[in-house]
């Protein structure tokens, strides 16, 4: 399995960026899916989160500002980020727990990472 992100980049200040992850390989359910970011010397933490239901939850620095979605066809899930701040600069990470073929559990998989540089 694994988890490809895209959609990084420089954006200026109050500007927006779409990121995406796709989940790939033996899947055959996936339950919550999310984004996480990590800042130059500080620890990663939630973004936001969305069950395979559609219920979201969001960091309270982002709510408002980012919304979380996803397509359960495409195993895809998607963050559209509005009115960004210096504040969030930091790698974006998706995340997913994936049920796969020949397994009894649900595992935790982890994209590459995606840069966001949010320029002032």
């Known amino acids: 399995v694994q988890l490809q992100a895209f959609g990084g980049g420089l954006v200026q200040a109050g500007g927006s960026r779409r990121l995406s992850c796709a989940a790939s390989?033996?899947?055959?359910?996936?339950?919550?899916m999310g984004w996480y970011r990590q800042a130059p010397g500080k620890q990663r933490e939630l973004v936001a989160r969305?069950?395979?239901?559609?219920?979201?939850n969001y960091a309270e620095s982002v709510k408002g500002r980012f919304t979380i979605s996803r397509d359960n066809a495409k195993n895809t899930v998607y963050l559209q980020m509005y009115g960004l701040k210096s504040d969030d600069t930091a790698v974006y990470y998706c995340?997913?727990?994936?049920?796969?073929?020949?397994?009894?559990?649900?595992?935790?998989?982890w994209g590459q990472g995606t840069q966001v540089t949010v320029s002032s």
């Open positions: 969305i069950t395979n239901g559609g219920s979201t």
């Open positions: 390989g033996s899947i055959l359910r996936i339950n919550v």
């Open positions: 995340n997913a727990d994936i049920y796969t073929s020949g397994s009894s559990y649900y595992a935790e998989y």
